[in-house]
């Protein structure tokens, strides 16, 4: 989120008053209840409840709190209240985060730092500039040298230059990068999507305002400049004169001018595909332009002549500058958008799209469909198949592209020994090594462990499994992927979980580090758990704050804050990066007796839940096994029974739970399956993903809006 992440399936995401549950939760919450008291009479059919009821009575004070934060003095005061925000998420148990990326053994013929090095957007796809050995997998030594030459270059002590050392070293460079991917993107319009299965594509081929480098240092892009007005609220940008639009052949179709950075912002909030939320309240006139009926003229984002952009902000806006290196900043060519059937307005927009004949804009069925500005050019894309890009030959900035040509080859993880014999012979570049998979007993077998393997950098991506509040799907159209249960179980399914000492025992009764296990092996089991949605250490405070008679120094870590808060609440979380922090036998046991005495006759046991799994994949089948393990042994099956679900194809996983259209077409009960990256440096590009009425992007995967 940065994107919407989706888990790749090869390799294997006074307080009192705050944070009291609402009254509409405790009205589908049954009061404790004697053993004989009568049982319930309940309905004979499950019928879905009301998104904004449940939203309200499980996390309204949550966005009580996001909406204190934003009228915060200074950043760090704003910080604390967004730290007592996650407490609350956390505390309320409709998630519990799961994993990061990286932290795996991995075997790589790639030089490290040689993609952007940024915590945020998505410029860390961009990959352009990737160094890769053409001659065999680099050692830990190896690594370890090139990564002192690029500290000291953080530091303006030295220049990165691995290219260089590698050829100095005994190494030819292949220009060709080649990895796989297993869901295609679903659209060539940058700005009608938000799913990184999409965006890391095509960030390869546009070009924003800005980019981050590898040095993690934000440099020019399509802007060679820019310049803030003394009150903080107008950017002004100066567009790159000769930058050019490109043809999928390469062919130069027109030059990038102003008004294309201008046509992008207004086909973004016109699309509504999930960026829009991002800069409702940041940018002048945009909530009057989605909500209001308010005109495009009154938009702060104008091109002021070809290569002058102005942007006019609501209010200063510390982190704004790192929210431009996300897609919902991209252009677009206005004339090109245009001749392909293109329309600015809402209404307008929606009935071009009706008419598929017309509007033929950014089809993923055909890369000429689109025009690109940046590094690469997309020249194929079968979505069962292959996707390739080839370097754009009238790219503004040559001395940056490393590699002729990327591309993804189909491969949802079926024949994994296929697959490492292929990273082996130098087909891929590396890949990670995993128990579930054989890569890395295969690794071990034949020496490359020995060799070559390093553990990869973990990321501020967080993965994490949700639970559904308010189930509105038991199968796929399809008839795939369908629940076992019946109608009694479902309702007393959605009332345990409405129940949040249901939520949390099911919470701390999740093995984390066991299921992880089955994938990395014991003795990385813990390396990537994340036990907060936001990187805990992502921001800090740049002064002292003092938040209700409590004062944080200058200094202090986000994810510290988040800590103090659970702890006043009582809550066990422990929120550090790197151990089981939500694994607690006790509490859960604790939780559940609390729940049943909550409960009372309303339900009847075990609660039936239902987790659906991707089949073909060693790893998810041996992560599905230990989750269910894990909660029926701490919890008692008699009490709470796991429903494992298979889904037979990538199409049908991903149709569950990442790319349901809302949160009533999730067919789960609990889903690990998406995560969010951060889009900018600022923490409310986490936490505001679970806000309601629809606001909030991630809620669907909490099964509401």
């Not at 939760?25 to 449940?54: F, M, N």
């Not at 049943?596 to 992560?623: H, R």
Request: glycine share 8%; proline share 3%.
């Amino acid at each position: 989120m940065k994107k919407l992440t989706v888990i790749m399936l090869i390799l294997a995401v006074a307080l009192t008053s705050v944070f009291a549950q609402g009254a509409a939760e405790a009205q589908k919450t049954a009061p404790a209840a004697a053993p004989a008291q009568a049982p319930v009479t309940k309905p004979s059919t499950y019928v879905r409840g009301d998104d904004e009821q449940i939203y309200a009575s499980v996390l309204g004070g949550y966005e009580e709190l996001l909406d204190k934060a934003k009228a915060a003095a200074n950043d760090s005061e704003r910080f604390v209240i967004y730290a007592q925000a996650e407490a609350f998420l956390l505390d309320a148990a409709v998630m519990v985060p799961n994993t990061t990326q990286g932290g795996a053994y991995t075997i790589s013929r790639i030089a490290p730092r040689t993609v952007p090095y940024v915590q945020w957007g998505n410029d860390d796809d961009r990959w352009k500039g990737t160094i890769i050995s053409g001659d065999t997998f680099l050692t830990p030594a190896e690594r370890a040298e090139l990564l002192d030459i690029w500290a000291q270059a953080v530091k303006g002590e030295a220049v990165y230059d691995p290219e260089a050392w590698l050829i100095a070293h005994g190494h030819t460079i292949n220009r060709d990068y080649k990895t796989t991917f297993s869901t295609a993107p679903v659209t060539l319009d940058t700005l009608n999507t938000s799913s990184q299965s999409d965006t890391e594509i095509l960030v390869n081929c546009t070009d924003n305002l800005v980019q981050y480098n590898n040095l993690g240092q934000m440099i020019p892009a399509l802007a060679e400049s820019w310049s803030v007005s003394d009150d903080g609220l107008t950017y002004t940008f100066n567009i790159r004169k000769g930058a050019t639009w490109s043809t999928s052949e390469g062919a130069v179709y027109a030059e990038v001018k102003a008004k294309d950075f201008e046509a992008g912002f207004h086909h973004m909030l016109d699309a509504q595909a999930g960026l829009e939320w991002l800069v409702d309240g940041v940018i002048v006139g945009v909530s009057e332009y989605l909500y209001g009926g308010g005109k495009w003229d009154a938009v702060g984002y104008k091109a002021v002549d070809d290569y002058t952009l102005q942007i006019t902000l609501c209010a200063p806006t510390s982190y704004f500058m790192t929210m431009l290196t996300y897609s919902c900043f991209a252009p677009i060519c206005e004339s090109f958008y245009l001749a392909h059937g293109g329309v600015f307005g809402i209404e307008e927009y929606a009935a071009a799209i009706a008419d598929t004949n017309a509007y033929t804009y950014g089809k993923s069925t055909d890369v000429s469909s689109q025009v690109y500005n940046g590094a690469f050019l997309l020249q194929q894309l079968n979505d069962a198949s292959i996707i390739k890009v080839v370097k754009n030959p009238n790219y503004y900035d040559p001395a940056s592209q490393k590699i002729d040509s990327i591309t993804w080859i189909y491969d949802n993880g079926e024949n994994m020994a296929q697959f490492y014999k292929d990273v082996c012979d130098g087909v891929y570049a590396g890949c990670g090594l995993t128990e579930a998979s054989g890569t890395l007993a295969w690794a071990k077998e034949d020496g490359n462990f020995g060799k070559y393997h390093y553990i990869s950098d973990t990321t501020s991506t967080t993965y994490f499994k949700g639970l559904n509040l308010n189930r509105g799907t038991f199968a796929l159209a399809s008839g795939a992927c369908a629940t076992s249960k019946t109608e009694e179980q479902k309702i007393d399914t959605e009332t345990a979980m409405m129940n949040k000492n249901f939520r949390k025992a099911i919470c701390f009764a999740f093995d984390k580090a066991t299921m992880n296990a089955t994938s990395r092996g014991a003795d990385l089991a813990t390396t990537n758990l994340r036990n907060m949605y936001t990187h805990p250490e992502f921001v800090q405070l740049a002064e002292d704050v003092t938040v209700d008679g409590k004062t944080f120094v200058a200094g202090t870590m986000y994810g510290e804050i988040v800590q103090y808060y659970l702890d006043q609440m009582g809550c066990p979380v422990i929120v550090k990066d790197g151990v089981d922090g939500w694994f607690n036998p006790e509490a859960a046991k604790a939780a559940l007796a609390e729940a049943k005495k909550e409960l009372g006759n309303s339900v009847n046991w075990p609660i039936v839940i239902d987790d659906v799994y991707y089949g073909p994949s060693a790893s998810q089948v041996a992560q599905a096994n230990a989750y269910k393990q894990a909660i029926e042994s701490v919890l008692g099956a008699e009490n709470v029974t796991v429903n494992l679900i298979e889904a037979t194809t990538s199409a049908d996983f991903y149709a569950c739970g990442y790319r349901a259209s809302n949160g009533e077409a999730g067919n789960f009960d609990v889903f690990y399956g998406s995560g969010w990256g951060p889009d900018f440096g600022d923490p409310c590009t986490y936490l505001d993903t679970f806000r309601g009425n629809g606001a909030g992007y991630m809620t669907k995967v909490i099964g509401l809006f």
